[in-house]
Nanobody, 125 residues
Framework: QVQVVESGGGLIQAGGSLNLSCTTSGLTFDDVAMGWFRQTPGKEREGVSL????????YYADSVKGRFIISRDNAKSTVYLQMNDLKPEDTAVYYC??????????????????WGRGTQVTVSS
């Protein structure tokens, strides 16, 4: 059974940093691309960042480019999202997701097979 578990969210002041972690089990982690998405009430889930299985390609949404850094440790079956210079508009539930089919070539929620339950990030002004 595949499990995806996020951690590291919390309440932080604008300008601060958080490091989200996502640990998986039940799958061959170094076979899959991984993505981070976020969602606020009343809005669609949006892609934040993705990383291919070998870390050769990383993608960032324009809204986080230059502030967020995605990385992974295949030995630990874990993907990270280092979030710096956080802004109130970054407030959302952040989800980690597993792409078992597209190798990171299709960065849409429907392309991802397994999801975590999310971790809340709240940035105060």
């Amino acid at each position: 059974q595949v499990q995806v578990v996020e951690s590291g969210g919390g309440l932080i002041q604008a300008g601060g940093s958080l490091n989200l972690s996502c640990t998986t089990s039940g799958l061959t982690f170094d076979d899959v691309a991984m993505g981070w998405f976020r969602q606020t009430p009343g809005k669609e889930r949006e892609g934040v960042s993705l990383i291919t299985w070998d870390s050769s390609r990383k993608y960032y949404a324009d809204s986080v480019k230059g502030r967020f850094i995605i990385s992974r440790d295949n030995a630990k079956s874990t993907v990270y999202l280092q979030m710096n210079d956080l802004k109130p508009e970054d407030t959302a539930v952040y989800y980690c997701a597993v792409d078992t089919l597209y190798g990171g070539s299709l960065f849409l929620p429907e392309a991802y097979t397994y999801w975590g339950r999310g971790t809340q990030v709240t940035v105060s002004s």
